[in-house]
């Protein structure tokens, strides 16, 4: 696989003009017009992640996704991440099988559990079946990817008899399985034969080496064939290191401080921001700034695919269009030239 370059956003709520806080469906439309940008200035691949929260918009990504599939005619679309455990694994194939016929075969779709768990009581779910939700639905994923007609009996959901799915797409669409940083979820995508999307949201990124190793490893001692492996990061774009800082700097700490909040830590602080813009998973900066952090995690892992996920908390959707172009127009061309 060809080394790819990706944009994803779990559309955070921004601010107006004014300073206020955009209507949720704003937000959307918004990020629909990020998305055709993205298109034009030569991003592969634009990921919407799922969330049920009043500061993320997107809840429904793959119809977010089918818009976007409409205005656009090169761009890969996916998720980042769809929730398996709290949706039916059914419907969820069945959306992407849609997405692959309205897109002309460029979806995708990464399955995992989330690092938000609103999905489970809002859908009916009972947070204590949280491993097994994720394994048994996974299992009947992959057979609905597999067979034309499944089979498939479970404890999550009543048992399947040769059972046809439809629509059913002229080409499979690629699915990866996100990983968060444990043997086990590796040890997943090499069972399904699925490519491997690291989540990389703090820390230096070279401490996965060990994961991609045992991926990559895993899969030949399997007399299985290679495999992309992908990484999810946040990160801003600007036109000087100083912009970039500033821009991001207000709705990122917004963001962290309220999930803080909601998990007992403490609030961000600005020299926290900073080492991680210098040393961690944070790609903050000037065009030239950022695609040598890109180039250099690229190369420490060995991956396929680089994904920034370019909103973090309440940042104006100027600014973010201005990243998204930058990101496309300028990092781009530049990690690849860095790597050549």
């Known amino acids: 696989m060809p080394l790819e370059f990706a944009l994803d956003t779990f559309g955070d709520v921004t601010l107006d003009s004014a300073g206020a ?4 469906d704003q937000v959307i439309r918004d990020v629909i017009e990020e998305a055709v940008l993205a298109d034009q200035v030569g991003v592969d691949f634009f990921g919407l992640g799922e969330h049920h929260r009043d500061d993320f918009a997107i809840s429904a990504p793959e119809v977010a996704l089918a818009a976007i599939a409409a205005r656009t005619g090169r761009i890969r679309l996916g998720t980042a991440v769809t929730v398996l455990s709290s949706d039916d694994p059914i419907r ?18 990464i399955l995992g559990r989330g690092s938000f768990t609103e999905s489970f009581p809002l859908f009916g779910f009972d947070l204590a079946d949280y491993e097994r939700l994720f394994d048994e639905k996974l299992d009947l994923f992959a057979r609905l990817l597999r067979d034309r007609k499944v089979s498939w009996s479970g404890t999550t959901r009543p048992p399947l008899r ?6 059913v797409p002229a080409a499979p669409f690629r699915t990866w399985i996100g990983v968060g940083g444990t043997p086990e979820s590796v040890m997943r995508a090499v069972h399904y034969e699925m490519p491997m999307m690291l989540a990389i949201i703090g820390g230096a990124p070279q401490r996965f080496r060990p994961y991609v190793d045992l991926y990559r490893q895993s899969l030949a001692q399997a007399d299985r064939p290679p495999l992309p492996v992908g990484v999810h990061s946040p990160g801003f774009v600007a036109d000087t290191d100083a912009a970039a800082r500033e821009g991001i700097w207000p709705g990122y700490k917004a963001l962290h401080d309220r999930i803080g909040r909601e998990r007992g830590w403490p609030a961000t602080t600005r020299d926290q ?3 991680e813009i210098a040393h961690g998973s944070l790609y903050v900066g000037a065009p030239e700034t950022v695609a040598r952090k890109i180039a250099a995690t690229v190369s420490a892992l060995g991956l396929d695919r680089f994904e920034m996920k370019y909103s973090s908390g309440p940042v104006p959707h100027g600014l973010l269009m201005r990243s998204v172009e930058l990101y496309g127009a300028r990092v781009i061309p530049l990690v690849r030239d860095m790597l050549s």
């Open 21 to 24: 806080l955009k209507p949720q």
């Open 273 to 275: 921001f900073e080492r």
């Open 92 to 109: 969820v194939f069945q959306r992407f099988s849609t997405l692959q016929a309205i897109s002309n075969g460029r979806a995708e779709v």
């Open 162 to 167: 040769s059972q046809a799915v439809y629509p």
